[in-house]
């Protein structure tokens, strides 16, 4: 049996407490490396949420499409390029009740004024290219009518035409008339009906509202197949104000 002395005994102690040392703080070191790794993958992983208005418009795009362009479902309207101040006042009228849309209002429904501004200003300043029109299937006497009603009116009846108040062009007039071409259809006749029964309002005195009395069925009809049916310029912009000689006054021209 071998003989183990006290000196090599300490010794041999001694070595096996410096290599425990010596573990433990390897294990220290790698221990501290990935928790620095982690650390750094964690930071990676977690994002500064992008507050942009262009990433709160979300909201508004996922009905509206991609800037504000329209989708393909015939009804939803474009909101790309239209007067800064039209749509600040459509978007108040949603807040405040004077038109109904139960999305639009709970949308909007907390917001000041000013959000509303920004919201405005950010689709009016966008202008992606409009689609062709999409076919319209009317007879020819029944768009003649409606072009007659949109360039000319009806004054037997002090009805009067669509450019005297949206611009000649009928592309809108700055800066809150909104053009009427590039919209569907479906949209034109319904939006005639809302203001026809109440359901939309604008600010007194409502201009659309007693245009919209003194029209017939047929007159509504007319004029939203010719408007639906026309195309639209690459660079379709609304005119600058150049006169407040209208046929009849209206509310909310300043936004």
Sequence with gaps: MRT???????????????????????WALLLWIGLG?????????????????A?????????????GRATPDGYLPRIAGKPAGY????????????????????????????YLREIAGHFAQQHPPYPPPMPVAVGRDVLERGLALARVGDPSRKLPSCISCHGQDLLGVQPAIPGLLGLPR????????????GTRRAQAPDCMAEVTRRMAPDDVAAVTAWLASQPVPTDARAQVLVSQNRPLEFGGLEP
């Design 37 to 53: 790794l982690a650390s750094t993958d964690l930071s990676a992983q977690v994002r500064t949420p992008d507050d942009s208005l």
């Design 55 to 67: 990433a709160r418009v979300q909201a508004c795009t996922g009905c509206h499409g991609p800037q």
């Design 87 to 114: 749509l600040f006042n459509q978007l108040r009228h949603f807040r405040d009740g004077r038109r109904n849309a139960a999305s639009m209002t709970w949308m909007v429904d907390l917001l000041p004024d000013a």
């Design 4 to 26: 183990v002395s006290p000196s090599a005994l300490g010794q041999s102690l001694g070595s096996g407490r410096s290599q425990g040392l010596a573990s433990r703080r390897i």
């Design 186 to 197: 479906d949209y034109l006749n319904a939006q005639f009906g809302a203001w026809r029964n």
